[in-house]
């Protein structure tokens, strides 16, 4: 079947009911019928019958489509929205459906975020900028404007940059505490190695407290997520590619003797892990296996269970002021569904399962959970108002619900996040909240 006839039969369910937009956040913000998934769906019909041409124009109502799939999740025909985009994403990347300089600005984009090395040379002169006064007193003056939209969103996602950042120190195998219940391989990411290396130090030491051993090939960089979610098939094919041979390479059939195979291979980001679940589409053949071997974190230790150990062990967190919470008062943390971990993975109760074994520790809910928050890998770097607008939204939404804290399994929403609430209302990943309910970290 063509991609136009695979297209086609994709969009055939669609009867343009509407259910779609309320959950649709580009609609939500720019409140125009082609920029929902009705609308472009309609578009796509329109292109395959020859009634409308793909131009810049045309063009520019499908960039501003997140790539969330909240509309798969609230749509009641069936209609796979998801692979209808994922499939109309390399048409948008032809050289006359956008200006020099958004090209521009996309290819320093794919240059430097998914190669951790290249991104840290890029990072090392803003490490005694980043977390300062003299940032504060940047964003606050108003100067940044002069950088450009495009710019200016990148500087201001910017967290501080600790030592940790720009080193990869963990060992090949993080051997696991008391009986071995499992063997697995980690997942680093790229951008949240940088950004927020405190995750995976966490994840190692929870796994490693639950008994898991867990196997870190030295040589891994990017799964390629940043560049499968813009349509970049071949530099996307590429760094898949280098994934699985840097896994394969410790733990695969080449490893070294003795070396034992994995019982699963984790991610602790989601919008990597809804990628690397699709390494059976992106490597036919060589991927399948590696694809059905991947599992979100919490996914896997919500299958695993909690070890018994772990669980004694597991103590209330704490306040901002230093109390430890307690039944009178409890820690109050609202868990933020990531796009590609809800509408991608279909995952929902097991990071809410693994919060509520913390003592005195309340969720609260979002009231519209499902709604993008405007990260959307690089959507807030390439349309910046428009998720600027949903960062703000998101951010009410999430502050109204009272927690002293917001849960975020994924790098690009905890910055986004971060970026949009008050700097008091911490935010941080659930496995970083069961290691430190743990000490283990």
Do not use: W
């Not at 769906?41 to 909240?70: M, N, P």
């Not at 996309?106 to 951790?116: E, I």
């Not at 399948?288 to 062990?313: M, N, P, Y």
């Not at 951010?395 to 849960?407: C, E």
């Amino acid at each position: 079947m063509s991609t136009a006839a695979a297209a086609a039969a994709t969009t055939d369910p669609c009867v343009h009911c509407g259910f779609c937009l309320p959950t649709c956040a580009s609609y939500r913000v720019l409140g125009t019928e082609m920029d929902s998934p009705r609308g472009r769906i309609h578009a796509l019909k329109a292109i395959e019958a020859g009634e409308l041409e793909l131009d810049a124009t045309t063009a520019s109502h499908f960039d501003s489509c997140l790539g969330c799939f909240a509309c798969v999740s609230a749509c009641p025909s069936g209609v796979r929205y998801d692979e209808l985009i994922e499939a109309t994403r390399p048409k948008l990347n032809a050289p006359e459906l956008r200006t020099p300089a958004q090209r521009a600005f996309r290819r320093l984009l794919f240059a430097l975020l998914p190669y951790p090395a290249r991104l840290r040379a890029a990072l090392m002169p803003l490490r005694a900028y980043t977390g300062t006064g003299l940032q504060a007193l940047a964003r606050r003056s108003g100067l940044l404007r002069l950088l450009g939209p495009q710019l200016q969103a990148m500087e201001q996602l910017l967290p501080p940059l600790s030592p940790e950042a720009f080193r990869d120190n963990q060992p090949l195998v993080v051997p696991a505490r008391g009986e071995r219940r499992a063997r697995v391989g980690l997942v680093l990411g790229c951008v949240q190695r940088l950004f927020d290396p405190q995750v995976n130090a966490a994840t190692l030491a929870v796994l490693s407290a639950n008994g898991v051993e867990v196997v870190i090939p030295p040589a891994q960089g990017c799964c390629g997520a940043v560049t499968h979610h813009q349509g970049e098939l071949e530099q996307t094919s590429a760094l898949a590619e280098a994934l699985v041979k840097s896994f394969d390479a410790v733990i695969g059939p080449g490893r070294p003797a003795g070396a034992e195979a994995l019982d699963a291979v984790l991610v602790a980001a989601s919008g990597c892990g809804h990628t690397l679940k699709h390494y059976d589409r992106l490597l036919p053949g060589r991927g399948e296996a590696f694809a059905s071997q991947v599992r979100d974190v919490h996914e896997f230790l919500a299958e695993l269970g909690l070890s018994d150990s772990f669980r004694a062990a597991l103590q209330p967190l704490r306040h901002a002021d230093g109390q430890p919470a307690s039944a009178d008062n409890p820690v109050v943390v609202a868990y933020h569904d990531a796009c590609h971990m809800l509408h991608g993975q279909g995952i929902s109760a097991e990071p809410r399962q693994l919060l509520r074994q913390i003592p005195h520790l309340r969720l609260r809910e979002a009231t519209e959970a499902g709604v993008c928050c405007g990260s959307a890998g690089i959507y807030n770097l390439v349309q910046p108002e428009e998720a600027a607008a949903l960062g703000t939204i998101k951010a009410a939404d999430l502050t109204a619900t009272g927690a002293g804290i917001v849960a975020s399994a994924n790098i690009g929403c905890s910055l986004q996040l971060r970026r949009h609430l008050n700097p008091e209302l911490r935010v941080a990943h659930p496995i970083q909240l069961l290691a430190e309910a743990a000490r283990a970290a």
